[in-house]
């Protein structure tokens, strides 16, 4: 059973930063696609950024140039840095596991990011 969980969250002012964390457990990092998705109040949950089981990253155009998503695959975390934090990014953010032989997706429990003065 693949689990995830997310910390790092929290309340930050307008240009402040953030770096989230997800720890994996029970699984090989070079199996799985990690994805970093958020989801605001009243909107769908939309993918943020991606790497893949060779390292390549991929990013929505709303958070290219502030967000770096990162992992290391010794530890079996996957983070996502907020900088240039604006209060749009305010939301739940998700961990999100894809197995690229199995097509297993998991997610984690979520952790809120708010951007407030």
């Known amino acids: 059973q693949v689990q995830l969980v997310e910390s790092g969250g929290g309340l930050v002012q307008p240009g402040g930063s953030l770096r989230l964390s997800c720890a994996a457990s029970?699984?090989?990092?070079?199996?799985?696609?990690m994805r970093w998705y958020r989801q605001a109040p009243g909107k769908e949950r939309e993918l943020v950024a991606s790497?893949?089981?060779?390292?390549?990253?991929t990013y929505a155009d709303s958070v290219k140039g502030r967000f770096t998503i990162s992992k290391d695959s010794v530890k079996n975390t996957v983070s996502l840095q907020l900088n240039s934090l604006k209060p749009e990014d305010t939301a739940v953010y998700y961990c999100?596991?894809?197995?690229?032989?199995?097509?297993?997706?998991?997610w984690g429990q979520g952790t809120q990011v708010t951007v407030s003065i």
């Open positions: 999100n596991a894809y197995n690229v032989w199995t097509g297993g997706k998991y």
């Open positions: 029970v699984f090989t990092f070079s199996n799985y696609v």
């Open positions: 790497i893949t089981t060779s390292g390549a990253t």
